[in-house]
């Protein structure tokens, strides 16, 4: 059966979010096609805003509201200067301020070097990065790119960048989570266990 077009052009659209596939946006298109209007209206103009009223903080490029200087944790004079958290996404600036221990300023790099797919350190936020850290505020830099090969290539790119600054470089411990079992674990989180492993005071 061939659908009407602007219910195959909302299908096509939702197949390429991430996680969706072609029966989940089927399931999507259908339930706002019956669902009452107000629903789509709010959602079609949740989406408009979504490009239209945000911006990226030209100083960390965490996601902020349009029409600012800066993004609120820049702007904040709580938050400490000379600590920098290097982030892959800005989802993983949420994580880490969910946790409400972090008091330092973030730099979001947006992606990870990725030669299979072509990306590198030019598509990437790393020149302002390190434009910021020859400003010499900083005295610590957090690399907190996830625990995956491109992640850890990332790191280590940055460290190799960073190292003539004379900044103090760290990298966020990985190891087993709280309420796992050994047993269940995978050899290299292990591995990364017993090679951070801590002296008990």
């Not at 945000?54 to 200067?81: H, K």
């Amino acid at each position: 059966m061939l659908l009407p077009e602007p219910i195959q052009n909302l299908i096509t659209a939702l197949e390429r979010l991430p996680g969706i596939g072609p029966k989940s946006a089927s399931r999507l298109a259908f339930y706002l096609l019956r669902a009452p209007e107000e629903i789509s209206t709010q959602l079609a103009e949740a989406l408009t805003a979504l490009k239209s009223q945000t911006a990226l903080c030209p100083e960390c490029f965490n996601i902020m509201l349009a029409g600012r200087e800066r993004c609120e944790i820049c702007e904040s004079a709580a938050r400490e200067e000379a600590i920098i958290c290097v982030v892959e996404e800005p989802l993983d600036v949420i994580a880490l301020e969910r946790v409400g221990v972090y008091k330092g300023k973030y730099h979001v790099l947006h992606g990870v070097l990725s030669p299979i797919e072509g990306i590198g350190p030019d598509d990437l936020k790393i020149r302002p990065l390190l434009a910021r850290v020859a400003q010499g505020a900083a005295k610590e830099i957090i690399l907190a790119t996830n625990p995956s090969m491109e992640g850890d290539a990332t790191a280590l790119y940055l460290r190799q960048q960073l190292l003539p600054f004379g900044v103090h470089l760290t990298r966020l411990a990985r190891g087993l989570p709280v309420g796992g079992d050994l047993e269940y674990a995978d050899q290299n989180t292990l591995l990364r266990a017993l090679s951070g492993r801590q002296e008990m005071n």
